[in-house]
């Protein structure tokens, strides 16, 4: 059976309800930016977030778009690839091998272009395109 592009609205309430109120819209925003930028995405919750990825491809880190986390106060989009997308803003933080995030602390301020552009690329990036040009 094929997983449902999106989570049931009860399965979102129920991780939402953990959430600091200020949060919630930045979630929701992002979810919004992944639901118009990937429809294809699939949805679901793993790792305390939600985590966005092309079930046709692979799993959620092989065909993975993006994370969202809540962590010390801040939403994180965590994107799994993000050493490889275009970043112009220079938004991107972090040094493991692949993966980077941008933390976002209040609505009003956060990037969302900048964000939108980020989460396009994401579901753009194809990581197999990296073995094929050793």
Same mark, same amino acid.
């Given at each position: 059976m094929a997983e449902s592009p999106l989570l049931p609205i009860h399965f979102l309430d129920t991780f939402l309800e953990t959430v600091p109120a200020e949060l919630?819209?930045?979630?929701?925003?992002? /979810?919004?930016?992944?639901a118009q930028v990937a429809p294809d995405a699939v949805e679901v919750? /793993?790792?305390?977030?939600?985590m966005y990825h092309y079930a046709g /491809?692979?799993? !959620?880190?092989?065909?993975? !778009?993006?994370? &969202?986390?809540?962590?010390e106060n801040q939403v994180r989009l965590e994107l &799994?690839?993000?050493?490889?997308?275009?970043d112009p803003s220079g938004l991107l933080e972090g040094d493991r091998k692949a993966k980077r995030f941008v933390r976002i602390s209040c609505y009003d301020k956060a990037p969302?272009?900048?964000?939108?552009a980020l989460i396009l690329?994401?579901?753009?990036?194809?990581?197999r395109s990296l073995s094929d040009s050793n």
């Open positions: 919630r819209d930045i979630i929701l925003e992002l /979810r919004n930016i992944v919750i /793993r790792w305390g977030g939600l /491809r692979g799993g !959620i880190v092989s065909a993975g !778009i993006c994370g &969202i986390h809540v962590v &799994i690839h993000g050493a490889f997308l275009p969302w272009d900048d964000l939108t690329a994401s579901s753009q990036f194809d990581p």
